[in-house]
């Protein structure tokens, strides 16, 4: 054998015994660790002077509170809250229209107050009551927004529909007589494509009267 030859295996050995573990065996370590599924917890870090949780690269275990029931999922930390209610949840009323927050069709009610589901992420909706166009509905009956929709036809192809239902209602919620500014104000993230506004004014104005 010649000298460079063992002197490099001589200094595996020794980084060997040092650490405890072969080489062989880090190999096998490493490809099992790649080949499992990561489902952890938080790790701590500190943060300005605070232990702060660390979620993730892997999926963590996440519980919703969406229109007054419990859901469970498993979800990488990045999922936002729009795709953990369509893809892991099946409750689809909110629409994924440009997902870069800027038309509406994604707003959900987060603890009352209207969001855009695209822009929040999963992880950061737990604890927190979660509510979507689809709870607005009772008993098979139309909320009175929604009746106000049909009725002054302000929707047309129907995507931007049901994000502008729900900014109404937290817009309602928050001024019941609302003003033509409270309008213009409260409904401007949310954007209609076929130019239904004069149909969603009128909309608005039946609700306020029936005290939706």
């Not at 460079?4 to 880090?26: A, I, M, N, P």
């Not at 370590?29 to 701590?44: D, L, N, Q, R, Y």
């Not at 166009?133 to 098979?140: F, I, P, S, T």
Request: with cysteine; aromatic share 4%.
């Amino acid at each position: 054998m010649h000298d460079d030859e063992k002197s490099v295996k001589d200094s595996k050995e020794l980084t060997e015994d040092r650490s405890g573990v072969s080489r062989r065996d880090f190999l096998k370590i490493s490809t099992i660790a790649a080949a499992v599924p990561v489902v952890a917890g938080p790790k701590m870090v500190m943060a300005a002077g605070e232990q702060v949780p660390v979620h993730g690269p892997g999926k963590v275990p996440m519980t919703f509170n969406v229109n007054g029931k419990s859901y469970k999922a498993t979800l990488e930390p990045r999922v936002t809250l729009l795709d953990a209610l369509r893809d892991s949840l099946d409750i689809t009323g909110a629409k994924r229209v440009c997902d870069k927050a800027e038309c509406g069709a994604c707003t959900v009610l987060l603890d009352d107050k209207a969001v855009y589901a695209c822009s929040v992420l999963a992880i950061e909706a737990q604890g927190k009551k979660i509510t979507t166009v689809e709870a607005l509905m009772e008993g098979g009956k139309l909320h009175p927004i929604q009746q106000a929709f049909v009725d002054n036809d302000a929707s047309q192809c129907g995507f931007c529909t049901p994000g502008f239902v729900v900014a109404c209602k937290a817009m309602l919620d928050k001024h019941p007589d609302p003003t033509a500014d409270d309008l213009l104000r409260e409904l401007s993230g949310n954007l209609c494509r076929c130019g239904t506004y004069a149909g969603i004014r009128g909309a608005v104005a039946q609700a306020a009267r029936k005290g939706a």
